[in-house]
């Protein structure tokens, strides 16, 4: 069974930076994805960013330019770096995990979540 922590999560102004990381307890099958999700109160959990076994990766439309997502496979971790963070931004930040073929595909792996609040 694969367990997702994350750590980075923090308060920060407007216009800060705060990277979160998150460590995988083993190996997900490969090939896979991984990547943040995040849900503000009273909203649904939406994709932030997501990079595959290629590099491969896919952002969410207000965060572009501005987060960038990057992987260490050696190590089982991937890494969210968030600059010029909006009030918009604050939310809880969940790490997420899928094997895409083989016995495990299709079963999503989750963190139990990092805060971030931007707030002045």
């Known amino acids: 069974q694969v367990q997702l922590v994350e750590s980075g999560g923090g308060l920060v102004q407007p216009g800060g930076s705060l990277r979160l990381s998150c460590a995988a307890s083993?190996?997900?099958?490969?090939?896979?994805?991984m990547g943040w999700f995040r849900q503000a109160p009273g909203k649904e959990r939406e994709l932030v960013a997501t990079?595959?076994?290629?590099?491969?990766?896919n952002y969410a439309d207000s965060v572009k330019g501005r987060f960038t997502i990057f992987r260490d496979s050696a190590k089982n971790t991937v890494h969210l770096q968030m600059n010029s963070l909006k009030s918009e931004d604050t939310a809880v930040y969940y790490c997420?995990?899928?094997?895409?073929?083989?016995?495990?595909?299709?079963?999503?792996?989750w963190g139990q979540g990092t805060q971030v609040t931007v707030s002045s």
């Open positions: 990079e595959n076994t290629d590099t491969i990766t």
């Open positions: 083993r190996s997900i099958f490969s090939p896979n994805v």
């Open positions: 997420y995990a899928r094997a895409l073929v083989g016995i495990t595909a299709g079963k999503k792996y």
